[in-house]
């Protein structure tokens, strides 16, 4: 197998194997680490979503793969390019209600940290009203919402209402598999007084972040 493939296997089997060695080859042969997140990694994971879509995988096993690229994505942080400051502007950032899904978001958290945004995580399965509550404390710039469920999607249509109803209209960034562009411009930014952008990767999120701190 090649090195991709050998990455990419590591996900899908949920296997650390040979993971660490494999990565630091990689880190040799790409300039960076980000394309091999993107790239044989991702590879991997949507292999996983493949075959649990298929029902060749349980969710016990979909969880090991979840916790190899976690595994992963922690081993290659601190090969990543960062800016010491942080005064872009703060970024609270959630994984919508109903919905366990963090990998995305945690990649979005180390590349806008890693490029002059303050981060604050309120994690995974956030309500609206924990939402409301986190801005009223962090008064942050820019809320970012991830969800990759079909009913994520769905849910950010509801965040945005209740978010407009407490009077909020701080720009919102969104993300996530369930997600598109269109979605977002025809169902959540209606129910919003504030702008609202879609990202369709961590990268395509600094850049419409760094756009709305311009
Ligand atoms: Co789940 N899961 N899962 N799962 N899971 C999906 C999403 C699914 C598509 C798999 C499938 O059926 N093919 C499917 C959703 C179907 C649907 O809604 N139509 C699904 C399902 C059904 C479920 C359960 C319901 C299964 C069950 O229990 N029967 C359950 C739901 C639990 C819940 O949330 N309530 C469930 C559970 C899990 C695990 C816990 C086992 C695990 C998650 C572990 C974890 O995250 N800690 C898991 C996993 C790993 C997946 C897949 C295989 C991989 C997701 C992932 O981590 N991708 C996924 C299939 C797939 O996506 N191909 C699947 C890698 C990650 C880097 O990508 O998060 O998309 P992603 O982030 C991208 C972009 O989307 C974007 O940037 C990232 C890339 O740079 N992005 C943002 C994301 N958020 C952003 C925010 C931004 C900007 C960009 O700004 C704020």
């Known amino acids: 197998l ?19 060695e ?17 790239g044989p990694l991702m590879d991997g994971m949507n292999e996983v979503g ?10 016990a096993e979909v969880l090991q793969s979840a916790e190899v690229m976690k595994a992963a994505v922690s081993f290659l942080e601190p090969y990543m390019e960062k800016t010491e400051d942080s005064s872009k502007g703060k970024v609270l950032l959630a994984t919508v209600k109903g919905d366990v899904h963090d990998i995305g978001k945690n990649l979005v958290d180390i590349i806008l940290s890693n490029n002059g945004f303050k981060v604050v995580d309120l ?34 249509v509801v965040t945005a209402h209740d978010l407009k109803q407490a009077g909020i209209s701080i720009p919102i960034l ?8 269109k979605f ?6 209606p129910e919003y007084d504030g702008i609202v952008l879609y990202a369709k990767d961590a990268m395509d999120g600094l850049t419409l972040a760094n756009r709305l701190q311009q």
């Open 2 to 20: 090649s090195l991709e493939q050998r990455l990419a296997q590591c996900i899908i089997e949920g296997t650390k194997e040979g993971l660490y």
């Open 22 to 38: 494999d990565l630091e080859q990689a880190l040799q042969k790409y300039e960076d680490p980000l394309q091999i997140i993107n």
């Open 50 to 59: 493949r075959l649990f879509n298929d029902n060749q995988l349980i969710v």
């Open 123 to 156: 994690g995974i399965k956030v309500t609206p009203q924990q939402l409301i509550e986190a801005i009223t404390l962090e008064k942050p710039d820019i809320i970012g919402l991830s969800g990759l469920l079909v009913k994520s999607a769905q849910q950010m």
């Open 174 to 181: 969104v993300g996530g598999a369930a997600l598109s562009r």
């Open 184 to 189: 977002t411009e025809n169902k959540i930014a």
